[in-house]
Antibody, heavy 115, light 107 residues
Framework: EVQLVESGGGLVQPGRSLKLSCAAS????????MAWVRQAPTKGLEWVAS????????YYRDSVKGRFTISRDNAKSSLYLQMDSLRSEDTATYYC????????WGQGTLVTVSS | DIQMTQSPASLSASLEEIVTITCQAS??????LAWYQQKPGKSPQLLIY???SLADGVPSRFSGSRSGTQYSLKISRLQVEDIGIYYC?????????FGAGTKLELK
């Protein structure tokens, strides 16, 4: 059974940093592009960033470029999102997902950016 | 960026009724379209991929179709468990973009 378990969310002040993690199991992690998708409270879904199989290629939405860094550790079957210079508009539930049709999703981790 | 215009924003329907939700892509995306269902407090669940293919474990009352750059999700006989918010996604090019969502409620 495919499982994606996010962690690392919480309350953080504007301008500070936070690192999200996603532990994957039940599939060959290194065979999949991976992504982070977020959902602000009561809002829709928004793709944030993606990473290739080996981490050699990364992609970001414009609003997080230069502030967020996606990475992965295939040996640990783990995906990460380093979020720096956080803004109030980054407040959302962050989901880890497999890029192939975004078929598998974690339960999400809530990030709240507020003073 | 490719825009996905989803309609309606909300929909109220009766049990056993046929329900149709549409997404209009701002340019040609071929069959690179997926549909998701999200229930309150839960993660999105893939329903349809490749515009018309049913994901594993999804009831056959769900179906997807395409006409040019317009895509439709049809629920043939609405059930209580189908209540939630539905999203389309274009997987043709980065940045992947979702529709704004359709909130489906029981009448």
């Amino acid at each position: 059974e495919v499982q994606l378990v996010e962690s690392g969310g919480g309350l953080v002040q504007p301008g500070r940093s936070l690192k999200l993690s996603c532990a994957a199991s039940g599939f060959t992690f290194s065979d999949y592009y991976m992504a982070w998708v977020r959902q602000a409270p009561t809002k829709g879904l928004e793709w944030v960033a993606s990473i290739s199989y080996d981490g050699g290629s990364t992609y970001y939405r414009d609003s997080v470029k230069g502030r967020f860094t996606i990475s992965r550790d295939n040996a640990k079957s783990s995906l990460y999102l380093q979020m720096d210079s956080l803004r109030s508009e980054d407040t959302a539930t962050y989901y880890c997902t497999t890029v192939q049709w975004f078929a598998y999703w974690g339960q999400g981790t809530l990030v709240t950016v507020s003073s | 960026d490719i825009q996905m215009t989803q309609s309606p924003a909300s929909l109220s329907a009766s049990l056993e009724e046929i329900v149709t939700i549409t997404c209009q892509a701002s340019q040609d995306i071929g069959n690179w379209l997926a549909w998701y269902q999200q229930k309150p407090g839960k993660s999105p669940q893939l329903l349809i991929y490749g515009a018309t293919s049913l994901a594993d474990g999804v009831p056959s009352r769900f179906s997807g179709s395409r006409s040019g750059t317009q895509y439709s999700l049809k629920i043939s006989r609405l059930q209580v468990e189908d209540i939630g918010i539905y999203y389309c996604l274009q997987a043709y090019s980065a940045p992947n973009t979702f529709g704004a969502g359709t909130k489906l409620e029981l009448k």
